[in-house]
């Protein structure tokens, strides 16, 4: 092992207010789930949201235990009941396509394109088409991943979404301060998912949050989250709840983090920008980026791509030595469709994103990531 400083793949970054928030909630004896850092995170994230004044504009934020919480009650929420289908995007973290079947649906996987490397809008239709064909309803609902915070094709997706009338559940978990045509994503479904997870582009250390378009959604979903208690003086329940709603302790370290999210974002994108720089000479590396000015990626992860007819280096042989010179990479997603848990249900594409899983690493990518940071990695790639 180096004797060098390790550098992790991406990690937390305080703002030194956080600790503000979360004394007041000791000194207030806030220390059980819900309580005013809740409500000041949901707010806060809403004004984030929110492009405009126009009041179709606005969207409501529900903070919960967990971005895999919020798909599960995004999922419920849209009347999503056991033998439904529900198509997902293939490339994609597991807890995407879990919630499918926490609710006894069937996943639908869709191959990505290679632009954004998010759901193919062809192979979108191609399945819905499908689908309906062979089982005679249409799908319940359409999760769409922007994958390491680039957006998806929002315009073409939605297009078909509607064409279909089939709702979109926008998977935004990497994805907080990416825009697509200037509109931040998480704003772009019927509802959309954030995580705050301890790696993300900020955190609340464990977290999540369920972006919703109304606020009777909104209040839905707070009903579901806290156990679908009754508002009665003594305990009734008449629905099936859970425990998903997130700490007034954690909320307090997201209300922190709020305040330099935009410092993050536009770190990360740096970040990126240094990275090609230093790799594009590099026969056979490409690093990820913006497809054209339409797509503005918060750059959660920076990821290459390497091209095996112009190098003989292979992710896992970078992987292998970047550990040995104490840094942390990480493999690309592998596609749920070619996980062992999901491999009976269908999936609609041509390859594209296992040749990606085959051939991508995500590089080092935190706000503190220095400039020699990235020289060291850039030389350690280039020797190989």
């Keep these: ?48 949201l929110k492009k405009s004044s126009n009041k179709e504009d606005y969207k409501y934020a529900v903070a919960l235990s967990s971005g895999t919480a919020a798909i599960h009650l995004g999922l419920l929420l849209l009347d999503v009941k056991p033998g439904d289908e529900v198509i997902c995007q293939s490339f994609t973290f597991i807890a995407t396509a879990n919630p499918i079947r926490y609710l006894g649906a069937n996943p639908v996987f869709v191959d990505s394109e290679r632009d954004t490397w998010n759901m193919s809008p062809y192979f979108l239709e191609k399945a819905i088409q499908d689908r309906i064909s062979k089982t005679r309803k249409k799908p319940k609902a359409i999760i769409l991943v922007h994958l390491y915070g680039m957006p998806a094709k ?24 990416s825009e697509y045509v200037g509109k931040r994503c998480g704003t772009f479904g019927e509802f959309a998912v954030l995580s705050f997870n301890g790696n993300k582009i900020i955190t609340t250390s464990g977290g999540g949050a369920l972006v919703c378009s109304t606020r009777e959604q909104a209040e839905k979903a707070k009903y579901y989250a806290t156990q679908s208690r009754e508002n009665k003086p003594f305990y009734q329940h008449i629905e099936v709840g859970y425990n998903y709603r997130m700490s007034n302790i954690c909320a307090g370290i997201g209300r922190g983090q709020m305040s330099i999210l935009d410092q993050h974002v536009l770190r990360c994108r740096k970040i990126n920008k240094i990275y090609d720089q230093y790799l594009s000479n590099i026969p056979g590396i490409k690093v990820y980026s913006n497809t054209n000015e339409k797509f503005n990626s918060n750059y959660w992860l920076t990821c290459i791509l390497i091209d095996y007819k112009l190098s003989d280096l292979t992710p896992e042989k970078i992987r292998l030595t970047m550990e040995k010179e104490n840094i942390e990479t990480r493999l690309l997603w592998k596609p749920m469709h070619l996980q062992p848990v999901f491999s009976e249900y269908p999936f609609y594409g041509d390859g594209t994103s296992e040749s990606f899983f085959k051939k991508g690493l995500c590089l080092p990518s935190g706000y503190t ?16």
Excluded: C
Excluded at 24 to 43: K, M, R, S, Y
Excluded at 155 to 173: F, H, M, N, R
């Design 1 to 48: 092992m180096s004797s060098k400083n390790r550098i992790f793949l991406s990690p937390p970054h305080l703002s030194g207010k956080e600790m503000l928030y979360i004394q007041e909630a000791f000194d207030e004896n806030w220390i059980a789930p819900l309580g005013p850092n809740v409500t000041g995170f949901e707010e806060s994230l809403e004004l984030y």
């Design 369 to 384: 990531l220095s400039q020699p940071d990235i020289e060291r990695i850039a030389y350690i790639i280039k020797t190989i």
């Design 154 to 177: 929002i315009d073409e997706i939605t297009q078909i979404a509607s064409k279909y009338e089939i709702p979109i559940l926008e998977d935004a978990a990497e994805a907080l301060g």
